[in-house]
């Protein structure tokens, strides 16, 4: 507050006369007497010390001082309220919680989190959206996502993340691979066979140092592909290579010329992490992420 009003409110009086060129004009604009118009104009001159408006029967027109004062201070005014409005989409984006899902396919843990929160909170509202593996944690620091959830985290004393399920590796072999038959697979049944990873404009989709440690270790040789998952799976079929997903992918992805199969042992489950800010101050994200960790405290890790 000024000691002569409200800087904003005797802005907009100023700039409602001067866009419409009359005192009545603009108080019909604003659904106010066009005395109060009039005397705020005044106050905006007398804080000011300059006379902004000349007045005569036909209106208001402003001065040469008055319109070079306007000029220089209608962005700043501009500017206020697209913050005040951008305040508000913020306070009513306060009931949507958006969820990105970074080469997670969901699974039966996400929804079933997603159903009973949606029981507890029908209000709130959910959005979910692919967010590519290089750009989830300033998605989360610039609050373009509430919560992410991923297979790995890079180091950040920004965001809290934990562990709120766990989902077995399977493997996709071409079908007319020798290894179709066997029900379960192990790391070393994979030695030197080509293991395509995608490495597109998303991101690989797992670790690459662990995979590469796997490989060292008597693994598949990993060879990284500039393409997409769906690519990848095509060129398996081809009898190019073996690629990875987790189960909740394997299960609902099927290919003609590929068959998914299970792996057992050291490294053959992957564990996916919830990812916020604590400073976040929805309030549906703390109530998320409280419901996650009771659901995963009772449900058994593979």
Not at 135 to 143: C, D, E, F, G, V
Request: charge should be positive; glycine fraction near 8%; include cysteine.
């Amino acid at each position: 507050m000024t000691r002569n009003g409200n800087a904003i409110q005797l802005l907009t009086y100023a700039f409602a006369a001067m866009d419409h060129g009359s005192l009545r004009q603009a108080a019909r604009a604003l659904r106010v007497q066009e005395s109060s118009v009039s005397r705020n104009v005044v106050k905006l001159e007398q804080l000011l010390d300059m006379q902004l408006f000349e007045r005569d029967v036909r209106g208001v027109r402003l001065t040469k001082t008055g319109r070079a004062w306007i000029e220089n201070v209608r962005a700043h005014y501009d500017g206020l309220l697209d913050a005040f409005a951008e305040g508000v989409r913020d306070n009513k984006d306060a009931k949507t919680l958006r969820i990105g899902l970074c080469w997670v396919t969901g699974g039966e843990f996400l929804k079933r989190l997603i159903e009973r929160f949606g029981k507890l909170y029908p209000d709130v509202r959910l959005t979910i959206e692919d967010v590519p593996s290089g750009q989830y944690l300033s998605a989360i620091r610039r609050r373009r996502f509430d919560l992410m959830f991923t297979h790995h985290i890079g180091t950040s004393k920004f965001c809290s993340s934990e562990v709120f399920w766990q989902e077995r590796l399977f493997v996709l072999l071409p079908s007319c691979h020798s290894l179709v038959e066997r029900p379960v697979l192990r790391w070393s049944d994979l030695a030197d066979m080509p293991l395509l990873v995608p490495v597109g404009v998303e991101g690989p989709p797992s670790d690459l140092c662990l995979l590469e440690r796997i490989a060292a270790d008597g693994g598949p040789a990993i060879l990284t592909c500039r393409a997409n998952q769906a690519t990848v799976i095509f060129q398996v079929g081809l009898g190019q290579g073996v690629t990875l997903a987790a189960a909740s992918y394997a299960r609902t992805v099927a290919s003609d010329s590929a068959l998914w199969k299970p792996l057992r042992g050291k490294n053959s489950v992957s564990s996916i992490r919830g990812v916020w800010l604590e400073s976040n101050p929805k309030r549906a994200v703390l109530r998320f992420v409280g419901l996650a960790k009771n659901m995963a405290e009772g449900s058994p890790r593979r």
